[in-house]
């Protein structure tokens, strides 16, 4: 493999928020480096593209691990997209999935192509949006167990 691959991994050990940079493209509030950093920790399952020491891509699950998981969000920087990185995200935590009831997430319509190419339905979603916190709570919430 050259130094040039893109690689995968499906943990955050030994990845430092200073390998986290240019993601939430657009975000009027994004999380820093340390607080997106933190999200991946917390989540029950990530996969992030690695290329050069420096994370490209990743995508991040929540799950009761018993029936059901979400996956809140999925990201590809720039320079690195339309490569099939995404998709490769996506592939490979479903397969962290596998067995799974349910796994859920949503997204735009322009997207329902994307996702119904890697096997996902169609679905009616609601949700709620708080913006005043948009950047994340880097301590977690208060009444975290
Ligand atoms: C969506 C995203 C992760 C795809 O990553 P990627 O590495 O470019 O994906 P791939 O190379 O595997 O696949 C590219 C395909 O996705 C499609 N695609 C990417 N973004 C799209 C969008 N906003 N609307 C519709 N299709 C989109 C491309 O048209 C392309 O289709 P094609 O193969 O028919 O040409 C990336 O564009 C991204 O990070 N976008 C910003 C964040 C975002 O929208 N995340 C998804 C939230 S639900």
Redesign the pocket.
């Known amino acids: 493999m050259t130094d040039d691959a893109i690689t995968y991994v499906d943990s955050v050990d030994g990845i430092s928020s200073e390998s986290l940079s240019g993601f939430f493209?657009?975000w009027s509030s994004p999380p820093s480096p340390v607080t997106h950093l933190k999200m991946l920790q917390r989540s029950s399952h990530v996969v992030l593209a690695m290329h050069k020491g420096r994370a490209v891509?990743f995508?991040n699950a929540v799950s009761d691990n018993t029936l059901a998981a979400y996956i809140p969000?999925?990201?590809?920087?720039?320079d690195?997209?339309?490569?099939?990185?995404?998709?490769?995200?996506?592939q490979r935590v479903l397969t962290l999935l596998e067995g799974m009831y349910m796994v859920d997430?949503?997204?735009?319509e322009?997207?329902i192509?994307?996702?119904e190419?890697l096997g996902l339905k169609p679905a009616r979603a609601m949700m709620r949006r708080n913006f005043a916190v948009q950047s994340g709570i880097e301590d977690g919430l208060s009444h975290d167990v």
């Open positions: 493209v657009g891509g995508i969000l999925l990201e590809v920087l720039p690195y997209q339309g490569r099939g990185i995404g998709s490769e995200l996506v997430l949503v997204c735009d322009d997207m192509g994307f996702y190419r």
